[in-house]
Structure formats: C-alpha cells, structure tokens
C-alpha cells in the first residue's frame, strides 16, 4: 500500500492532511508493507513527525517505507530521528535547532522529564527567571502526564520539536494515538459531546477529567498566558476537533479525518526579547 505526502505545516491544513493518512479503513490491504511517498512533499514542519507517527500507528504492517523524499527534508528527518524510527536510515547527530523525534512509554516520565531538561536549552526560549523556568517545564511534563493518564495509547507518547531561528519560533509538540479528548469528557460528563465541544470544555480553567484529589489544567494556564504575551500558539488536535489559542483569538474548526488521538502543539515566538517572572517574584518595590 502507498500513501501520498502533501505538504506539511503546523496549521489547519497540515493536521488535517495527517488526519487524512491515517483514515485508512476503506482501503483494503495489498501487502504488509505501507510506502510514504513525499513525491509531493516540498515542505515538512520537523516537529510534525509527532502527529505523523500517531497516524501511521492506525497501520498494523510490518514496515513503513519511506520514498521519493526531497534532500532538504530527507536531511531534517534523519537529524531528528525520524527516518530512523522508520528503519529507513540510522539516527544521526542532530545540531542545535533539533527537538529529536521519541517515543515514550505511558510510564517514562522520568525520561520525559530528562529530554525536557536536556533539550530545550538554547532553542531560543526567552529569558525566565529560574522560578518561572521550573514552572514552564512542569506544565509541558502536565501535557505528558495527561497523554500518560488518559489517552489509553497502545503505541505510547510521541515528540519532537523544531527550533528555526531564521523564522524566530520554536515548536514543541507531543502526540499519542489514544482515545481522545471526547471520550474522556464523554465519560466524564456522561453526556454526547463531539470533539470540538469536548476540547472547548477540557480547556477551561479548573476542568480535568482525573479522578485524584491532584488538581489539573494549571499547567495549560501557564502556557496560555505565556503565550498571550509571548505571542505564540497552541494548538490542540483530538480526533476530529482543532482549536487554535493564540495572542488574539482561539478558533475551533471541525476536521474532514478523524486524528487517531490527541495531539498539542506549542509554539513559541523566539524574537521575544522580554524577560518573564511569575507574578509572585514580583515585589511592589519594583514597581515604579
């Protein structure tokens, strides 16, 4: 079986094509391999290889071969890992602007803790102080954490970044090939709600899904209003819901595929020259 690579970026579009790959039910198998033909691939966002890997996890086949590839994305999914993940060639050493392609287990937070520590240093984050920093990272671990508790995915967590200085943003993104944000909160509620509704509900401040007395959502807070003044995005993918949180407004958009799992996207805009505290290390001396 071979499928077609379009064009990916990380928008509307690029997610939707990715939705797209992995509806693949009404296609009969020929064989057990499956071919990514990137033919007509002329651009592919690195850190897109996340969502990408979710889709492919909807093909029970015993290879994914990767074909026709153009040189300049060819050299950016062998420096991050991904064609390596594939069989297709072996990881080689990446450079600064490389937030590498994982897969983690359910049950690697520790190693999800370590790649964050280890990899988001010098990839153009604005200045934190060391309060804030520790609280930036614990909100991308409550994203894991949340993908670990919930998702339900057979194959695990998958990440990968992508650091462009010339384009001044960093895009962190992590992706499981669960249940999704609409079966939880359909649980949860125990009412029919579809997908848009369902991460429209899951963002709200103070909702969470869990079950523990250990409250959620704080960790997206942070990131929401980090990125309100920072003036990046999120982005939230779960089956067939996708909702955009940006500096001026948070759209939602039904997609055309069903996305097998949840994926989110951060993206940081790495022009910003401000230095950023919490609140709390704010003292009214310094106000003037």
């Known amino acids: 079986m071979q499928k077609k690579i379009s064009s990916i970026q990380s928008n509307l579009s690029g997610f939707n094509a990715i939705a797209a790959l992995a509806a693949k039910k009404t296609e009969p198998f020929t064989d057990d391999n499956l071919e990514l033909n990137f033919q007509d691939c002329t651009h592919f966002d690195a850190n897109m290889a996340a969502p990408l890997y979710a889709a492919l996890t909807n093909y029970h086949v015993n290879s994914v071969l990767a074909i026709n590839i153009r040189q300049e994305i060819r050299t950016i999914l062998k420096k991050n890992g991904f064609l390596g993940e594939l069989g297709v060639v072996h990881r080689v050493e990446a450079d600064q602007t490389i937030l590498p392609f994982w897969r983690f287990n359910r049950n690697d937070g520790v190693a999800f803790a370590g790649y964050l520590q280890?990899?988001?240093?010098?990839?153009?984050?604005?200045?934190?102080?060391?309060?804030?920093t520790k609280r930036f990272l614990q909100s991308l671990f409550e994203i894991f954490q949340n993908a670990a508790m919930h998702s339900d995915s057979k194959s695990g967590i998958f990440v990968c970044g992508q650091f462009s200085p010339t384009m001044h943003r960093l895009d962190f993104t992590i992706a499981d090939a669960g249940i999704g944000i609409r079966e939880?909160?359909?649980?949860?509620?125990?009412?029919?709600?579809?997908?848009?509704?369902a991460i429209a509900w899951a963002v709200q401040a103070g909702h969470t899904t869990r079950t523990t007395k250990q409250p959620g959502g704080l960790g997206l807070k942070l990131l929401k209003d980090f990125i309100h003044i920072n003036q990046g995005k999120i982005q939230i993918v779960s089956r067939y819901g996708f909702h955009e949180i940006a500096h001026t407004e948070a759209p939602f958009h039904k997609l055309d595929y069903d996305f097998p799992g949840t994926c989110v996207?951060?993206?940081?805009?790495?022009?910003?020259?401000r230095n950023y505290v919490l609140k709390s290390e704010i003292k009214s001396s310094d106000i003037f």
């Open 118 to 132: 280890h990899f988001m240093k010098g990839r153009g984050i604005p200045n934190m102080s060391a309060s804030l």
């Open 184 to 197: 939880n909160v359909r649980r949860h509620l125990n009412i029919p709600i579809n997908s848009c509704a």
């Open 265 to 273: 996207n951060i993206e940081i805009n790495t022009n910003d020259t």
